[in-house]
């Protein structure tokens, strides 16, 4: 589009404390860099209230029963599960629950105090200060936030029987704190703007004197090198005018903090896709009051997410998954949870849920200052409201160590659950090379914006259970394409390599083919590369939804988790040898022949994959 210029996206006082005993083990540990500074000791005779999430079964063969439902070679290939077997799939199991209940009762927290949740993943009661200590051999603290100077509870680490710690996912409160005092009149700082798209305007402002209109007039004239619209993307890939659109089929997108304008939409589709209807939007499925669309609240990444998938799969619908009030979006900083927990029950009442010191609070509590009817969400939070769609589209994360592992590792066991059910989830690897919007990692783990340090890839693109995407830009030619390098901007792809997941089997045999033909000095060889495959989010997944159309009028399944399909199929993608990522003081990676960590796979060829799909069953 013309505003992308030559882009295109691809893809807590003293009290006794008993110290860890032998048999106790470290379960979890706070990590660094949280926005948290303690303060004082917490009092011991305060009643605080206490989940304990029960480890979910089987979690440890999810993968395997993923990928043998995703290989094209495996007599399972897409048979999905429903979300009620996945449920009971993973469910915790009677010995943990009895278990772990058993324990509490032994440590003096007798059976009548505490009950199980009803999706029986999390046992509930309350406990004093002193007791939680004791419990968990840790040190209660009251923490100070550093953005909204409110008051927090929890500790920087805690223990369990070694026989216990297998049964325990988590407890709360302990290094995930819980909030004792409200919200002041603070702003967060927004340093790390979710946001992927290459021009965007500061959140929840409309751009002065910047209409829709002036980005894109004259866009269908003009060179795709100059102006990417929806022909050159049709052109380039091969991408068919949609003809169908199957009832369940729509395609999903997700936007958080950042809104669309009709107007806008309007004059963009006249200019580029005279095809799509005025008036076309997505159908509105707000999360926890999220709500759209909102003139005053214009952003650039809804409008680009829009402008390209609806046009790329018009006449089939879209679904947009807005995310989150006004109100908690200026105040949380973790990514991804609420969105989850609307389309999974489970992940709600067992899977990890919500980090009370990252994740928006509901019902929200604070005042709605903006007059919007999305600034504040007074309800309880959704769990399971919506039946996810078969693709959804994300072009927004963070960097993967601003949270930590266990944070990530809670949400990426999720993304498995929903390929198993058959979701394609498409996210955008970022837009700063190997950098995370400039933040690279230092020694103590901690983010630093000085241009120099370890690599930050960004998550959830680098968790091995979804599609990441990098970016590509067209050639003068405007029939070629190279890894996109805007250096006034420091725009360069994202992807590189996960500190945190290993490489899995269906990407094994070509990451050790790139690291022994060009090995890079950043990289210790096991671990999972990112991205997948080259093209924009919204692009890539407008491909897979037109795919899926075509699979079901055939009377087959939805492709769902489509990574092992993609790497036993490199000939469906147009090879990418020229550009690189660079970022942190370095030239990152560079593209080269075959799988690389700056364009995956390379670009789709959309006739090839619709070829390879179209023959499995």
């Not at 995703?70 to 629950?97: C, M, Q, Y």
């Not at 214009?298 to 006004?326: A, F, N």
């Not at 980090?355 to 959704?382: C, F, H, R, S, V």
């Not at 590792?409 to 394609?424: A, D, H, P």
Request: proline fraction near 7%; include cysteine.
């Amino acid at each position: 589009m013309y505003f992308l210029r030559s882009t295109i996206l691809a893809l807590a006082v003293g009290t006794s404390f008993a110290s860890p005993t032998p048999r106790h083990i470290r379960h979890e540990k706070r990590a660094s860099g949280d926005q948290l500074i303690k303060r004082s000791r917490a009092d011991p005779s305060l009643q605080l209230p206490v989940r304990i999430a029960l480890a979910q079964n089987n979690l440890d063969h999810g993968g395997d029963r993923l990928l043998d439902i995703s290989d094209p070679r495996s007599a399972n290939f897409g048979k999905h599960l429903s979300s009620e077997e996945v449920g009971d799939l993973f469910r915790p199991s009677s010995e943990s629950i009895s278990t772990v209940r058993h324990w509490l009762h032994d440590s003096g927290i007798e059976l009548e105090r505490h009950n199980v949740t009803v999706g029986k993943g999390w046992l509930k009661f309350y406990a004093s200060v002193g007791e939680l200590e004791n419990l968990l051999s840790a040190k209660y603290h009251v923490y100070e936030h550093l953005n909204t100077e409110e008051a927090h509870i929890g500790c920087d680490e805690y223990h369990l029987p070694s026989e216990i710690a297998p049964h325990v996912d988590f407890v709360t409160p302990s290094v995930s704190t819980i909030r004792l005092g409200s919200k002041k009149d603070l702003k967060k700082k927004r340093g790390e703007v979710k946001s992927f798209s290459p021009a965007s305007f500061p959140p929840h402002t409309k751009p002065a004197g910047i209409s829709a209109s002036s980005l894109v007039e004259g866009a269908a004239e003009v060179p795709c090198y100059t102006a990417v619209t929806t022909d050159c993307l049709r052109n380039l890939y091969g991408i068919p005018l949609g003809t169908s659109n199957a009832t369940g089929n729509e395609i999903g997108i997700f936007e958080s903090g950042d809104y669309y304008d009709q107007e806008d939409l309007d004059l963009t589709f006249a200019a580029i896709a005279s095809y799509v209807p005025q008036g076309s939007h997505p159908t509105l499925k707000g999360i926890d009051g999220g709500y759209a669309p909102m003139e005053d609240y214009v952003g650039v990444e809804s409008l680009l997410d829009m402008t390209l998938i609806i046009p790329l799969v018009y006449p089939q619908k879209s679904i947009l998954y807005q995310v989150d009030d006004l109100h908690e979006l200026e105040f949380a900083e973790g990514f991804g949870n609420t969105f989850l927990d609307a389309l999974d029950a489970s992940y709600c009442t067992f899977e990890g849920g919500d980090d009370p010191n990252l994740d928006p609070q509901y019902p929200d509590t604070g005042k709605n200052e903006t007059g919007q009817p999305a600034g504040i969400w007074n309800q309880t939070e959704m769990c399971g409201t919506y039946t996810p769609t078969n693709v959804i589209s994300v072009s927004y994360g963070l960097g993967e160590n601003i949270h930590s592992r266990f944070y990530w590792n809670r949400q990426c066991q999720e993304y498995m659950k929903l390929g198993l059910q058959g979701v394609s989830v498409i996210y955008a690897s970022g837009d700063s090379g190997v950098s995370n919007r400039g933040a690279c990692i230092s020694p103590n783990g901690t983010h630093n914006y000085d241009d120099t340090g370890a690599f930050s890839p960004s998550f959830p693109a680098s968790c091995p259970w979804l599609t990441s995407v990098g970016a590509t830009q067209f050639n003068d030619d405007d029939k070629t394409e190279t890894a996109v390098g805007v250096p006034e901007e420091a725009y360069y792809s994202g992807g590189g390599f996960s500190n945190y997941w290993p490489a899995p089997s269906y990407q094994e045999a070509t990451v050790a083919n790139y690291l022994a033909t060009t090995p890079p000095p950043y990289n210790n060889n096991t671990v999972y590369g990112t991205p997948g495959t080259s093209a924009s989010a919204p692009i890539f997944a407008s491909i897979i939804n037109l795919i899926n159309e075509e699979r079901l009028a055939a009377g087959k399944s939805v492709v769902g988790f489509i990574n092992p399909t993609l790497y036993q199929n490199p000939d469906a993608f147009t090879d990418i040898t020229t550009g690189s990522n660079p970022g942190c003081g370095t030239d990152g990676f560079s593209a080269v022949k075959g799988w690389d960590p700056v364009t995956g796979l390379g670009t789709p060829i959309f006739d090839k994959l619709l070829a390879v799909f179209m023959a499995l069953p």
